[in-house]
């Protein structure tokens, strides 16, 4: 098993930013490909960011693509979100995923480990 565990979010005021981190666990060695996803009130749990198992793939979605920066630490086996230039509608839950996949993956469904969530509000 994997357990993962979000930290970094908060308050912040619209054109702030804020860095996440999700710090991974147990069978570590499995992990592959991670991921960021967020849930606003009343809305479905949504894609933010992937990358692959070596760090040299990402991908975004069209609403967040050069204002965040997904990277990750193997060492550390921790996963980072770089969040630049925050609006109101970045307001969420955000969770970070994990997958013994290789390859990026934008699909809820394609990972198999999730944290509990971090909530990030914007205030404009």
């Known amino acids: 098993q994997v357990q993962l565990v979000e930290s970094g979010g908060g308050s912040v005021q619209a054109g702030g930013s804020l860095r996440l981190s999700c710090a991974a666990s147990g069978r570590t060695f499995s992990i592959g490909v991670m991921g960021w996803f967020r849930q606003a009130p009343g809305k479905e749990r949504q894609f933010v960011a992937t990358?692959?198992?070596?760090?040299?793939?990402?991908s975004y979605s069209d609403s967040v693509k050069g204002r965040f920066t997904i990277s990750r630490d193997n060492n550390k086996n921790t996963v980072y979100l770089q969040m630049n230039s925050l609006t109101a509608e970045d307001t969420a839950v955000y969770y970070c995923?994990?997958?013994?996949?290789?390859?990026?993956?934008?699909?809820?469904?394609?990972?198999?480990?999730w944290g509990q969530g971090t909530q990030v509000t914007v205030s404009s």
């Open positions: 995923a994990a997958d013994t996949a290789i390859l990026t993956r934008s699909r809820e469904g394609s990972y198999e480990y």
């Open positions: 990358i692959s198992r070596s760090g040299g793939s990402t």
